[in-house]
């Protein structure tokens, strides 16, 4: 289906036609005129299928079609769980939205909370926010919820991962209770139907893919090798087939920067991109990723949902995740909106049982390829020093709260203060003690 079916107004499809885009997804195709009708929508679909444009733009169409506010309140708000995705989401915003007069900002963790404040007191109409720094604003009363008209829960499973729910209940409390609300998430789970009992009225549910499905086009295989030989193996591939755009996943920050120290010791320029680097420097290096100044782009699970880069050729999970969901939305940054790519897995002795649990997930056996030179032998496996652990999902509020409390570092959102946090003051006697 094309975009003009969809009866989007003018000034939209030149923004569409400027962005190169000409016809929808499926998730685009069920979900806009839906959101047009003023419905409230659960959408499920895999990674890669056009789900920011799929409410952006009839976001974008509903507000403009009404009059202005004098005072501008604003009038949608999208909530998303990591900065990352946040950034994007908002750039959707500006380039959909290039010829209409309506106002957007974006405010997350990491950044000042100032000049965000006085970007809210000059204005909006939409805010894409992720949960703990809207929850500073709201408590410091620099933005107010009260005109809120569309609620967007953008990749609402991750957020259910993470821990927001109680971010998620404090929001909902500060908005009107006369609105439309949209749930878009990258699986469809039970989880997820239990959050849209309480929150969407009447919703139509819209389901693209089968839950937990890969996207088609990406062909996924498993190299078994020694653990000690994995940076040794990465490095030959990239070598040997000239890639020069490879998201590589780590299961840890200190791994991820150990392992940009040893690609550089080969020659190939890599970043990282985790929880421990500031807002800059991870901004910086998924602008020199996509540009093409670096490689490798190592990244921990905080980039597994809500990195959009066009035409991603290749995904490495150097390390398994522990937790099989975590598989799916790690591989699906390629093969994204019909395009083809390649996921490959380098998996040693301790991570067979990862690799078990992610092809009962996908119901099938992955292939396994052997390089020359690297062939997996039991005899050369060192001994690990500390064993995996497979992760448990948190299935209680209560435990919600511990993981979300443990994972904010990690996952690139912060908790919400209200006022910076100070150090206690160091008195004689504390010191005495020492």
Same mark, same amino acid.
């Given at each position: 289906?094309?975009?003009?079916?969809?009866?989007?107004?003018?000034?939209?499809?030149?923004?569409?036609?400027?962005?190169?885009?000409?016809?929808?997804?499926?998730?685009?195709?069920?979900?806009?005129?839906?959101?047009?009708?003023?419905?409230?929508?659960?959408?499920?679909?895999?990674?890669?299928?056009?789900?920011?444009?799929?409410?952006?733009?009839?976001?974008?169409?509903?507000?403009?079609?009404?009059?202005?506010?004098?005072?501008?309140?604003?009038?949608?708000?999208?909530?998303?769980?990591?900065?990352?995705?946040?950034?994007?989401?908002?750039?959707?915003?500006?380039?959909?939205?290039?010829?209409?007069?309506?106002?957007?900002?974006?405010?997350?963790?990491?950044?000042?909370?100032?000049?965000?404040?006085?970007?809210?007191?000059?204005?909006?109409?939409?805010?894409?926010?992720?949960?703990?720094?809207?929850?500073?604003?709201?408590?410091?009363?620099?933005?107010?919820?009260?005109?809120?008209?569309?609620?967007?829960?953008?990749?609402?499973?991750?957020?259910?991962?993470?821990?927001?729910?109680?971010?998620?209940?404090?929001?909902?409390?500060?908005?009107?209770?006369?609105?439309?609300?949209?749930?878009?998430?990258?699986?469809?789970?039970?989880?997820?139907?239990?959050?849209?009992?309480?929150?969407?009225?009447?919703?139509?549910?819209?389901?693209?893919?089968?839950?937990?499905?890969?996207?088609?086009?990406?062909?996924?295989?498993?190299?078994?090798?020694?653990?000690?030989?994995?940076?040794?193996?990465?490095?030959?591939?990239?070598?040997?087939?000239?890639?020069?755009?490879?998201?590589?996943?780590?299961?840890?920050?200190?791994?991820?920067?150990?392992?940009?120290?040893?690609?550089?010791?080969?020659?190939?320029?890599?970043?990282?991109?985790?929880?421990?680097?500031?807002?800059?420097?991870?901004?910086?290096?998924?602008?020199?990723?996509?540009?093409?100044?670096?490689?490798?782009?190592?990244?921990?699970?905080?980039?597994?949902?809500?990195?959009?880069?066009?035409?991603?050729?290749?995904?490495?999970?150097?390390?398994?995740?522990?937790?099989?969901?975590?598989?799916?939305?790690?591989?699906?940054?390629?093969?994204?909106?019909?395009?083809?790519?390649?996921?490959?897995?380098?998996?040693?002795?301790?991570?067979?049982?990862?690799?078990?649990?992610?092809?009962?997930?996908?119901?099938?056996?992955?292939?396994?390829? +052997?390089?020359?030179?690297?062939?997996?032998?039991?005899? @050369?496996?060192? $001994?690990?020093? %500390? #064993?995996? /652990?497979?992760?448990? =999902?948190?299935?209680?509020?209560?435990?919600?709260?511990? +993981?979300?409390?443990?994972?904010?570092?990690?996952?690139? @959102?912060?908790? $919400?203060?209200? %006022? #910076?946090? /100070?150090?206690?003051? =160091?008195?004689?006697?504390?010191?005495?003690?020492?």
């Amino acid at each position: 289906m094309s975009f003009e079916d969809l009866g989007l107004q003018d000034r939209l499809m030149r923004a569409i036609d400027a962005q190169g885009y000409t016809k929808t997804t499926p998730i685009q195709a069920k979900t806009i005129p839906l959101i047009l009708e003023g419905r409230d929508v659960l959408a499920g679909a895999q990674t890669g299928t056009g789900k920011t444009a799929a409410f952006t733009l009839p976001l974008l169409q509903l507000l403009s079609e009404a009059p202005l506010q004098k005072r501008r309140l604003p009038r949608a708000l999208i909530i998303t769980p990591t900065r990352e995705l946040a950034a994007q989401i908002g750039e959707s915003v500006a380039n959909y939205g290039e010829f209409l007069s309506l106002r957007h900002t974006v405010v997350f963790g990491g950044v000042g909370f100032n000049p965000q404040a006085d970007l809210l007191r000059r204005g909006i109409d939409i805010l894409v926010a992720t949960p703990g720094r809207l929850l500073d604003h709201a408590g410091q009363r620099t933005v107010d919820l009260s005109q809120v008209e569309i609620l967007v829960l953008d990749e609402a499973d991750r957020m259910l991962d993470m821990g927001f729910i109680h971010d998620i209940r404090k929001v909902l409390a500060l908005l009107p209770k006369q609105r439309q609300n949209l749930l878009f998430s990258a699986t469809y789970s039970d989880d997820i139907k239990r959050l849209a009992d309480g929150l969407l009225n009447n919703p139509i549910s819209v389901e693209v893919a089968r839950r937990n499905t890969t996207a088609e086009k990406v062909n996924q295989t498993v190299h078994l090798v020694n653990r000690g030989r994995k940076r040794e193996l990465l490095s030959h591939l990239i070598n040997l087939g000239d890639w020069q755009q490879v998201l590589v996943f780590m299961r840890t920050k200190h791994g991820a920067n150990r392992l940009v120290e040893q690609l550089a010791r080969d020659d190939i320029s890599s970043a990282a991109i985790h929880g421990n680097k500031s807002q800059g420097a991870r901004t910086a290096a998924l602008a020199n990723f996509k540009s093409g100044k670096v490689r490798v782009l190592v990244a921990t699970d905080i980039a597994a949902r809500g990195l959009d880069i066009d035409r991603l050729p290749h995904v490495v999970n150097y390390e398994l995740p522990n937790v099989p969901e975590d598989y799916v939305h790690r591989i699906g940054r390629t093969g994204r909106a019909g395009e083809e790519g390649d996921a490959l897995s380098l998996v040693s002795s301790e991570e067979f049982k990862f690799l078990r649990d992610i092809e009962r997930l996908l119901k099938r056996k992955l292939p396994r390829i +052997s390089v020359l030179g690297f062939e997996f032998s039991e005899k @050369e496996e060192p $001994p690990l020093k %500390q #064993p995996y /652990r497979q992760a448990k =999902r948190p299935n209680n509020d209560r435990n919600h709260h511990q +993981s979300r409390t443990q994972q904010r570092g990690a996952n690139g @959102e912060d908790k $919400p203060t209200g %006022q #910076p946090r /100070r150090r206690p003051r =160091r008195t004689k006697s504390s010191a005495a003690t020492r």
